[in-house]
C-alpha cells in the first residue's frame, strides 16, 4: 500500500514550448527564430507533434540565431524569497549532422527588470534528439524567468540548431 500526495510541480510554464503554434509567445532577439515542419528546408524530423524550433534559419542563412520567452513567477513572489523554489527547465536539442550547436539558459530578472543572475549554457550537437532537464534554486527576488534559445552554424549554409519540447517548471517542495 502507499499514498501520494498532491503535486508542487507546476504545469510547463512556457507557451508553445514545442513549436506547434509557429513562433507565437516568443521574442526573436537576433538571426532567425523559425518553427519549422518536420523535414521542412531539409531539416531534422520533429521530435514530437508535426513542428519544431529551428534558431538561426535552417530556412534562411544566418550564421547566428537568439529567441526568447520571458515567464511571470510574480505570484510566486513569497515562495521564491522564502528560497523554496526550484526551477526545472530544458527540453530536447539535436543538429543535423554533429556541427552546428543548438543551446539554450535560464535568466532571472527582479521586478525592475533588472538581471539577477543567469544559469550555464546548455548545448548539444548531435543529430539525434537529447534530453535535458536542468534544476537549479530561483533567485531570491526574481519575478520574471527568462527561457533563452541559440544556434550557431559552425558548417554549411544553414543552421541546422533545432530544439523541441522546451519547458520551464517550477517545485514548490524541493
Known amino acids: ?23 507565437n509567445n516568443w521574442v526573436e532577439d537576433q ?17 514530437a507533434g508535426s513542428k519544431l524550433f529551428a534558431v538561426g534559419g535552417v530556412c534562411e542563412d544566418n550564421a547566428y540565431g537568439e529567441g ?9 513572489q513569497s515562495q521564491i524569497d522564502a528560497q523554496n523554489v ?14 552546428d550547436i543548438p ?8 521586478g525592475n527588470s533588472g538581471l539577477i543572475s543567469t544559469s550555464n549554457t546548455y548545448s548539444h550537437n548531435t543529430s539525434t ?12 527576488q526574481t519575478r520574471t524567468i527568462r527561457k533563452i534559445f541559440m544556434g550557431t552554424r ?12 522546451m519547458f520551464v517548471t517550477l517545485n514548490m517542495n524541493p
Request: hydrophobic share 35%.
Open 31 to 47: 538571426g532567425s527564430f523559425e518553427s519549422i515542419n518536420s523535414g521542412q528546408c531539409a531539416g531534422n524530423n520533429a521530435y
Open 129 to 140: 534528439w537529447t534530453l535535458f532537464n536542468e534544476t537549479m534554486t530561483v533567485p531570491a
Open 103 to 110: 543551446e539554450f539558459k535560464v535568466e532571472f530578472y527582479d
Open 1 to 23: 500500500m502507499f499514498q501520494t500526495t498532491v503535486s508542487a510541480l507546476t504545469a510547463n510554464l512556457l507557451q508553445n514550448g514545442g513549436a506547434e503554434d509557429g513562433v
Open 68 to 76: 526568447h520567452q520571458d515567464v511571470d513567477v510574480s505570484s510566486y
Open 86 to 99: 526550484m526551477v526545472n527547465f530544458g527540453g530536447y536539442l539535436s543538429d543535423y549532422n554533429g556541427s
Open 154 to 165: 559552425n558548417c554549411g549554409s544553414d543552421n541546422d540548431s533545432y530544439f523541441a519540447e
